[in-house]
């Protein structure tokens, strides 16, 4: 009788959802995205997924084998870290840089931990900090879409260019602007307002992710179809940051822009529906959601109009991840029947 009793910590929820048919629905959620940044990115996108995804695969497999512990590549969730990992990482990064910052979020950011269900943090944004810090001038290189370059190699193709075209990112163009204020800004930000449908469809430079909103809004409403996220952390992240960038620009038109540029641009819509709503970095209380999700969104607002950096969600995400174990203490519900007597 005692082996048919497994005993483990909360929450006790029985549902049909599988930790592979969650990941499978996070992957099928990424599909528009993956697609958006093969048309717009051609071979340098493929490059990028392939060299995450694949050594994301291998060190976990390599990581079970030397702590001798059961294949759970089956769960998916490799694949699905490396998808993140790619998609937070600019076109043109090299496979190498993109084997070293998997290995990373694998290794110490999810296995050293114990592996799935025991990381602190995200472990593709751990990832990305990592290749942030050691690789700084390679991260904010950013290549233009093919639809600006029309030497961009198509998937398949090997590239005859000399070298690839880059632009300033829309949010640096913002930082820029914040950054000189002295100067007339008029000019940069017609700049910024002039591409916001670009930002839209994905034809501006950027991280992986970041290439097209519509399409990582499609994948974000199939998770919430599919009940794979839960609604509450997405709200609470891109209200908040839509009531800070309109806070900003209420005190200051001329120097801030719409917070649907800011929502449309980065990694907030990215971010909010497949890194934020990581059910084992973020709270499992509804208030708790709601505390993490503002947060993250604050947190994101303030770097990027205060701050040095132009995009903050990576450093938000982790900062919160940090206190999310004291956010569920804070906010754990009251048992059946009441608290119980002291």
Not at 94 to 101: A, D, L, N, R, T
Not at 220 to 236: H, M, N, Q, S, V
Not at 317 to 331: A, E, G, K, W
Request: proline share 6%.
């Amino acid at each position: 009788m005692s082996q048919n009793l497994f005993v483990s910590h909360s929450p006790h929820i029985r549902k049909h959802h599988s930790t592979q048919s969650i990941m499978l629905d996070v992957i099928i959620g990424l599909v528009p995205a993956i697609a958006a940044s093969l048309i717009f990115f051609r071979t340098r996108a493929a490059i990028v997924l392939a060299s995450c995804i694949i050594s994301c695969v291998i060190f976990e497999a390599l990581c079970n084998l030397f702590r001798k512990k059961p294949n759970s590549l089956g769960d998916l969730s490799a694949v699905v870290t490396g998808i993140i990992l790619a998609f937070s990482l600019p076109p043109s990064i090299p496979f190498w840089v993109c084997i070293i910052g998997s290995g990373f979020a694998i290794i110490i950011g999810k296995m050293v931990f114990g592996g799935l269900g025991a990381n602190i943090f995200n472990p593709a944004m751990a990832g990305r900090c990592f290749l942030t810090a050691c690789f700084g001038g390679m991260m904010v290189s950013w290549t233009v879409p093919a639809l600006i370059d029309p030497q961009m190699p198509k998937v398949g193709e090997v590239s005859t260019a000399p070298a690839a075209l880059t632009q300033a990112t829309p949010l640096g163009l913002i930082k820029e602007a914040l950054k000189n204020k002295t100067a007339p800004q008029d000019e940069k930000i017609a700049e910024i307002k002039g591409i916001f449908k670009n930002m839209l469809i994905g034809s501006t430079a950027g991280c992986l992710g970041e290439t097209s909103a519509l399409a990582l809004l499609l994948g974000g409403i199939y998770l919430l179809i599919k009940r794979t996220i839960d609604w509450i952390i997405p709200t609470a992240v891109l209200a908040t940051a839509f009531i800070c960038a309109l806070i900003a620009v209420e005190l200051d038109p001329h120097h801030y822009v719409s917070p649907l540029i800011h929502l449309a641009s980065g990694a907030l819509i990215f971010g909010a529906f497949f890194i934020a709503t990581d059910p084992v970095t973020a709270p499992l209380t509804k208030k708790g959601m709601w505390i993490f999700g503002a947060g993250v969104g604050a947190m994101t607002m303030l770097i990027r109009l205060v701050g040095e950096y132009p995009e903050g969600f990576m450093f938000a995400v982790l900062l919160m991840n940090s206190i999310s174990p004291l956010i569920d203490r804070f906010t754990k519900l009251t048992p059946a029947g009441g608290k119980p007597n002291a």
